[in-house]
């Protein structure tokens, strides 16, 4: 553990939490794992969440779903552009925060970047996919018929384990600009950016509970999501080694969807509707003044 | 209601004689092979299996049992037909075929709505008036689509998945494969599609207008058979996509054969769905949606309204409204072209229905059944209502596939949405009320896929169906029922 | 029967029931679907027959025209035998006492438009005395035009009162209330002018004049039955209906009956409660009784124009 960085101060150390509807609890289960540095020197300790934990994040999730879904599409962008504003202010701090994970500070640098134009880039969003994705359709009776998106809910996350911080910005937003709630399951080996990341979460507007991130063992926590009942959806980074037979088998007790991030399109609002339910609406459409005919 | 004011009378000195439609004017054969590779070919496992019709417990026909090898079969003529015909084609021929099928369909539309009531046990208006011509409709819509896909998904290009397995339920033979077959074909894909035992002969039909439209072979392959055929259909390796409409207990057993594969499915599965009745709503119409609601299709229908939440303020008006309606309602001989509740499909979907109407009676709740008298052969059950129902009832709770209505109150909106919400399901709901502000509210907040708001039970092939939670993925019909069938990159 | 006073029992008119168009017009729609085949169809005919209103509305009417027509009345075609009459025959009041002479002993009944008919545009004395007229003359039926456009000004009390006014004027004879529906505009006005009708005193509501299009429609009689069934249910008073204007043909006679039985039933399947207003209606169902007799199709040639 990095003890001192001067002769002359002792540091303190920061303590990695989960971040649960909008709280930072430690985990309830007591337990914890040891994160190490690039160079595989120990560096914090991290949660090492339970099914509990899960359990209370995606009621977290559940509560903050009606709220967030029903906030209008401008203040859903207004916040992701302050997360965006709130991490560029941070830059310093996080970039430090990847470079103890082993990245060098060029790559450390681009990467905070790329989190902060993704979030700019989604922020924009908010308000534009229904658009794209709505439709009036022409039915053949008196009746007014439109189909629109709307989000399937909570949607449990596993995110990237490469580029750990991007990885999680991206699914994070595809799921949040779309009004899902989401519990993330931050990459095991390097957890630490994306707690940091939680608190720029929680001074960014977002509401407690639309983003929940657990760390710990990825593949422990996986099957009580794919089973949980309350979730309706999971979507997986790629680049993650999980088995999906299973998952997806798991995942059959709700019929929750599964989702694969399709990463090479990334910035899209493809990745928006991929979270997404199509309703549809019929009314009927008086009539009377253009035909006569019935009245 | 005012006091010693009685109640009105329907059994009207006057009464109407049977009207029944002409069974001669359709051609069923005695036997059906299985279609495949644009040809009828006897099934290898040599078995066939006796199709009745549901209201006489008569033989229709024998049609072909097909096996796992017969499925095999099917399959490779599918994709023979995708690699070296159909995904070759240019869009706007293969636009023209869909055309052309859906123009047969027109001009044989009596004899599919004769046959399809003959095996099925729905009422002949029903089959005449919507099945027929709604399924000629998806095809007619889902040929435009062909040459027009790069319009469809802003800055993407897509492709077409592959072979297509597609499995469809007994309540909409026909329709059902028309959802299926015109956007998987409109798409560039080939099908194999299996109609449900009870009911292959129109899907047989139809591959006859198939064969006919000279659509190339293998494009189109049906087979017919039970679960087992269905399931082989599922687990073969060189299949890309399934699509299935059905239980949502049959839906999870695929979801989970399929699990770590790469094939794509479209599940349209069971609900539940509540149609809530409102004090300011135009009552006597939405007496008729709620009527229309559970009632069409012999409540046959995933999307059937079985849930009916009446605000407390109307609800003895309306309970009594209804009965004078469903004492209006005639059910007997499905090709009586006045029959508005035909014959349940089989002795099976009856055996649940009963169980559920005795479940019903257990739980309390108060049974209301018009008198009528019900033929002695064949498979049928009047009309139903329960009131004095409870949330937590079974009735209320399950998916019952029958024409039983379980009837709750509410006293406000939020109540409302919350009881109606409180469901696994999500495929459809219904909302009555004159206010327009109420209406974008409920209907915003009904998880449901499609809300019909002063209306209920309405399609149209422009018009995306499909559900939320576990009443399945994808959806059919509309600009949204490409997707299921594309690769969009 | 005794009546309470409006003041009592009126409802708030402003806060009737809605009706909503595509619904009514489906539902009117089904009831064409019902398939009336061989011993149903020609007792339908028959009661179709015994419903008419059989009517002339016109300027040119004279004496002899009428008496040609109460002759019509009596006997519609006497090549058939067992045929019924008509209910009634329609006309202006002072045409009542030739009506009544020629009717006489027949139990066919006189109906006489009053109140400033068609368009009901006078003072409530002259409607009063116009009303007064045709009872003296002995009508056993007045049907009388509403204010439309007091209804349209939201005038909704005055328009009560003038049929509540109405009615008792009438005495004995009952009273049908012509909304012309072709003037209100809405389906929902419909309803509302159907339900001050009735709570004001109407025995039957009838839609159209037939001076006006579109006169009758099978959505509009179906909006004003189920006003019919709920004052029903709510008060126990029983009103009848008379869809008039546009219905010449059997065929569509026979919709509207199908309409009535699966909307309010055996009580209302009588010339008591039901009529049709209409001039040809009644030979269009001679030659369908014919047809069904002989099983050949049929000729207007072959039967009295009046």
């Known amino acids: 553990m990095p003890s001192k960085t001067n002769s002359t101060r002792l540091s303190v150390l920061k303590t990695y939490k989960l971040y649960i509807g909008g709280q930072f609890p430690r985990t309830e289960s007591g337990r914890y794992y040891v994160v190490n540095d690039g160079s595989g020197n120990p560096l914090a300790n991290a949660c090492l969440s339970s099914r509990k934990d899960l359990r209370d994040a995606v009621s977290a999730a559940r509560v903050a779903f009606g709220g967030w879904s029903g906030r209008t599409a401008y203040n859903r962008g ?101 009004g899902n709630t989401c519990v993330i399951l931050a990459n095991t080996e390097s957890p630490l950016a994306s707690i940091s990341f939680a608190e720029v979460l929680a001074t960014s507007d977002l509401p407690g509970g639309v983003v929940n991130i657990l760390t710990g063992k990825v593949p422990e926590l996986l099957p009580w999501m794919a089973g949980h009942m309350d979730v309706n959806a999971i979507l997986c980074d790629p680049s993650t080694a999980i088995a999906r037979a299973g998952l997806e088998q798991t995942a059959t007790s709700n019929l929750k969807r599964v989702i694969t991030l399709k990463k090479e399109d990334i910035l899209s609002p493809y990745r928006i509707l991929d979270l997404q339910e199509i309703k549809t609406t019929w009314h009927p459409i008086e009539n009377i003044a253009p035909s006569g005919a019935a009245y | 209601m005012a006091k010693k004011t009685k109640p009105l009378r329907f059994d009207t000195d006057w009464k109407y004689d049977p009207a029944p439609e002409s069974a001669s004017a359709a051609k069923i054969n005695e036997q059906y092979d299985l279609f495949m590779d644009g040809r009828w070919q006897k099934p290898l496992s040599g078995k066939y ?258 849930r009916l939440y009446l605000q407390e303020s109307i609800a003895k ?173 | 029967m005794k009546r309470s006073s409006p003041a009592q029992i009126s409802p708030d008119f402003r806060r009737t029931r809605v009706v909503d168009q595509t619904g009514i017009e489906e539902r009117a729609a089904r009831f064409t679907k019902r398939s009336i085949k061989q011993s149903s169809k020609l007792q339908a005919l028959y009661q179709v027959l015994n419903m008419i209103d059989l009517t002339t509305l016109e300027g040119k009417d004279t004496d002899q025209k009428v008496r040609q027509l109460c002759y019509k009345a009596r006997h519609p075609h006497d090549e058939l035998s067992g045929i019924p009459t008509v209910a009634a025959i329609c006309v202006y009041p002072n045409f009542v006492r030739v009506a009544k002479k020629s009717l006489e002993g027949s139990g066919i009944k006189v109906a006489s438009v009053a109140t400033a008919f068609p368009s009901g545009q006078s003072t409530r004395a002259i409607k009063l005395a116009d009303t007064r007229l045709a009872v003296s003359e002995g009508a056993d039926e007045v049907d009388m035009v509403i204010s439309r456009g007091k209804f349209h000004a939201g005038e909704y009390a005055f328009v009560f009162d003038e049929i509540a006014a109405i009615k008792e004027a009438c005495g004995k004879a009952r009273l049908k209330v012509i909304l012309e529906t072709g003037e209100l505009g809405s389906f929902d006005k419909v309803r509302r002018a159907s339900d001050i009708a009735m709570h004001a005193g109407a025995d039957f509501i009838k839609t159209s004049t037939g001076k006006i299009q579109p006169a009758a429609t099978m959505p509009v009689t179906l909006v004003m039955l189920e006003a019919i069934r709920d004052f029903y249910y709510q008060t126990g008073k029983q009103v009848g209906m008379k869809p008039a204007g546009g219905i010449s043909k059997s065929k569509l006679a026979l919709h509207y009956l199908v309409m009535l039985r699966e909307t309010l039933g055996q009580d209302w399947m009588s010339n008591e409660w039901f009529r049709f207003g209409a001039s040809s209606l009644a030979n269009d169902v001679l030659m369908q009784i014919r047809k069904e007799k002989t099983g050949q199709y049929q000729s207007a040639a072959y039967f009295s124009v009046d």
């Open chain 2, 49 to 306: 299996f006796e199709t009745i019709n549901p209201a006489n417990e008569k033989t229709l026909s024998r049609v072909a049992d097909a096996s796992e090898k017969d499925v095999d079969r099917a399959v490779r003529s599918a994709r023979q037909a995708y690699e070296k015909v159909w995904k070759k084609m240019a869009p706007a021929e293969r636009g023209k075929y869909i055309f052309r099928i859906a123009r047969m369909m027109q001009e044989k539309a009596r004899e599919l709505a004769i046959i399809e009531t003959l095996e099925g046990g729905k009422p002949i208006r029903e089959s005449r008036d919507f099945d027929v011509p709604t399924a000629a409709q998806h095809f007619f819509y889902y040929a435009g689509w062909a040459d027009k896909l790069n319009y469809a998904f802003p800055n993407k290009k897509t492709a077409p998945l592959g072979v297509a397995a597609q499995i469809i339920p007994w309540n909409f033979p026909l329709l059902m494969a028309a959802w299926k077959i015109a956007p998987a074909l409109a798409t560039g894909n080939t099908v194999v599609l299996k109609p449900a035992e009870t009911t292959s002969l129109t899907a047989l039909k139809l591959a006859e207008i198939i064969q006919e439209a000279d659509l190339p072979p293998g494009v189109v392959n049906i087979i017919t058979g039970a679960g087992k055929t269905g399931a082989a259909m599922v687990n073969h390796p060189d299949v890309n996509k399934i699509a299935f409409t059905g239980s949502t207990e049959v839906g999870k057993i695929i979801q989970r054969s399929i699990a770590g594969t790469n094939k794509r499915s479209t599940l349209e599965l069971g609900g539940k769905a509540a149609n809530i009745v409102f004090e300011d709503a135009a009552i006597d119409q939405a007496v008729e949606g709620v009527v229309n609601g559970i009632f069409f299709n012999q409540g046959h229908v995933c999307c059937a309204g079985s």
């Open chain 2, 317 to 489: 008006e309306f309970i009594q409204k209804l009965k004078d309606r469903v004492a209006t309602l005639i059910v007997g001989d499905p090709m009586d072209k006045n029959t508005d509740i035909g014959a349940i499909n089989s002795k099976n979907q009856l055996d649940t229905i009963l169980k559920y109407i005795q479940i019903g009676k257990k739980e309390g709740s108060a049974i209301y059944q018009p008198a009528c008298s019900l033929p002695k052969k064949g498979f049928w059950c009047p009309p139903t209502l329960f009131t004095d129902v409870a949330q937590s009832n079974r009735i209320v709770q399950e998916e019952i596939f029958g024409p039983v209505l379980a009837i709750l109150t509410f006293r406000t909106d939020d109540e409302v949405i919350e009881k109606a919400n409180n469901t696994p399901y999500g495929l459809s709901a219904g909302v009555w009320t004159d206010k327009g502000s109420r209406i974008f509210n409920m209907t915003r907040r009904l998880r449901a896929g499609v809300v019909w708001a002063n209306t209920f039970n309405k399609f149209d092939a422009a018009s995306p169906f499909g559900g939320y939670k576990e009443s399945g993925f994808g959806r059919e019909g509309g600009l949204h029922g490409l997707t299921p069938y594309l690769e969009i990159l």
């Open chain 1, 78 to 178: 207004q916040i992701l552009y302050r997360m965006a504003e709130v991490l560029e202010s941070r830059q310093p701090e996080m970039t430090r925060e990847l470079q103890q994970s082993g990245s060098s500070t060029a790559q450390a640098k681009k990467e905070i970047t790329a989190c902060i134009e993704t979030l700019i880039h989604y922020a924009g969003w908010c308000d534009k996919y229904q658009q794209l994705f709505s439709t009036v359709n022409p039915v053949a009776s008196s009746h007014y018929n439109f189909s629109v998106p709307e989000p399937m809910g909570v949607v449990g996350i596993v995110s990237s384990s490469e580029n750990a911080l991007l990885g999680l910005v991206q699914v994070m937003c595809a799921a949040i600009a779309g």
